[in-house]
């Protein structure tokens, strides 16, 4: 049957998936890894299989009219959905679950689908909000690739950073609120600002937050490289934010490096700690071993983010963070095994095997549609579509300059698959499974496996 696996974030979507569509392979299955449109635009020429990830959903669940979900049901598709934030939330739980109502609504699904979520809590939820489509905890595939089994996919990459930057650390941002990629058009958007009082006032006040955030932690990197001359900073701009004003902000600093290249897993792995606020890598650097560390100058409950918060040590100002540096070496790290019970209800990983319960589900759906026949594209036809709507985005750079800035941040989040990286993990892969893949480069939207 058709596979689909869509990716909206390639350096954060595109490991699991791709060892998720290697584990699939070699039972006659034809598995699409691609852009999340792209896949869309293959319909036409598609049918029968599933669909699983998160991009069928292009607005708020208040705004949303299915009209994805209803065009895969059509061509014979069942949905294994599994949101890519299910368990990461500012404010308290009564905000999580506004969170969660706003994504996605789970009415929409029937019982031929499946709704994957992080954690009970998630489900509880869900449950109480639709009693027609089955529910199933697995947590997130991704967070697993920092358990030990899987540590050894990133070892060549890993080693690389250390001899290129020696010993750094690692900061992340997750700044969006205040520096948003597609500009602060995308924090006070007109349909807002003019209607919903409430609403405009909830942004102003994270927009305030953020903001006052994110400069205490450009500050903090800059002392921390004067402070730390032998140690190099790797500030690592979120997916969302605007890379440039990083960039600008740290110009000149030889021991500051902005660079989002990759996936963030080997340059965990590779650190002497992370320092965040509210970032998911403190989740992944924890499963990993990492010292964390969570600067937070400024504390507002309304907008911690709690699970991400929950891990490493907390420190509230300058020199608590460097005394913590100059103590790494005997620092205690997180045992996420031993954390208390709400973290792991908002998330499977922290005592349990992600990739197996979600892999379970897919099998068992695999076994219960059961078909025997299915329409795939043909090749000719994958191209022609790849070749069409490039001819289109290159006429909006042209023609329509002032979507540049959405161009570029839809660039910045899937920058296209590159050859030479799909055949080196490809071949990590089949060295972590043992077994062979098939697969196939299309364009840089698009690989099959089968």
């Not at 996420?336 to 908002?346: A, Q």
């Amino acid at each position: 049957m058709n596979i689909l696996l869509p990716i909206e974030t390639i350096n954060r979507e595109m490991d699991y998936k791709l060892m998720l569509g290697s584990r699939l392979s070699g039972h006659g299955h034809k598995i699409y890894i691609g852009q999340h449109d792209f896949l869309m635009s293959l319909l036409l020429h598609m049918e029968g299989g599933l669909y699983i990830g998160k991009n069928i959903f292009h607005k708020t669940s208040s705004e949303e009219d299915g009209s994805r979900y209803y065009q895969l049901k059509n061509k014979g598709f069942d949905i294994i959905y599994l949101h890519e934030e299910g368990g990461v939330f500012p404010g308290d739980q009564n905000q999580w679950r506004k969170t969660l109502e706003s994504q996605y609504n789970p009415a929409i699904f029937d019982d031929k689908d499946r709704l994957c979520v992080w954690g009970e809590f998630q489900k509880e939820f869900d449950q109480a909000r639709s009693k027609k489509v089955p529910i199933h905890v697995v947590g997130h595939p991704r967070f697993d690739l920092y358990k030990p089994q899987f540590k050894t996919f990133y070892q060549e990459e890993v080693e690389n950073l250390q001899g290129k930057y020696s010993n750094y650390i690692l900061i992340n941002g997750n700044y969006s609120w205040a520096n948003h990629g597609r500009g602060l058009q995308n924090t006070f958007p007109e349909s807002i600002n003019s209607v919903d009082l409430e609403a405009r006032l909830m942004r102003v006040h994270y927009f305030q937050y953020f903001t006052s955030q994110m400069v205490a932690m450009v500050e903090l990197t800059h002392i921390l490289a004067v402070k730390f001359p032998d140690l190099n900073f790797i500030y690592r701009p979120h997916p969302s934010e605007n890379h440039q004003y990083y960039k600008t902000v740290f110009n000149g600093v030889s021991n500051i490096i902005v660079n989002h290249e990759g996936p963030v897993n080997p340059w965990i792995l590779g650190a002497k700690a992370l320092i965040h606020d509210g970032c998911t890598t403190a989740i992944e650097a924890t499963i990993a071993e990492i010292p964390v560390i969570n600067y937070k100058p400024i504390f507002d409950p309304k907008c911690d983010i709690w699970l991400a918060n929950t891990m490493g040590v907390k420190a509230t100002t300058l020199k608590e963070v460097i005394a913590l540096i100059e103590s790494l070496e005997v620092s205690k790290k997180t045992d996420f095994k031993v954390l208390n019970l709400l973290p792991k209800r908002l998330l499977f990983n922290l005592q349990g095997d992600s990739f197996s319960a979600f892999n379970s589900v897919i099998q068992e759906k695999i076994e219960q549609k059961n078909l025997d026949h299915f329409k795939s594209p043909s090749r000719k036809f994958i191209q022609y579509k790849f070749a069409k709507i490039a001819a289109k985005v290159w006429a909006q750079k042209i023609l329509q300059p002032q979507k540049s800035i959405g161009l570029q941040y839809h660039a910045t989040k899937f920058y296209g698959f590159n050859q030479r990286v799909i055949i080196s993990k490809i071949a990590r892969t089949e060295k972590l499974y043992q077994k062979n893949i098939s697969w196939y480069y299309h364009n840089q939207n698009l690989i099959t496996i089968e």
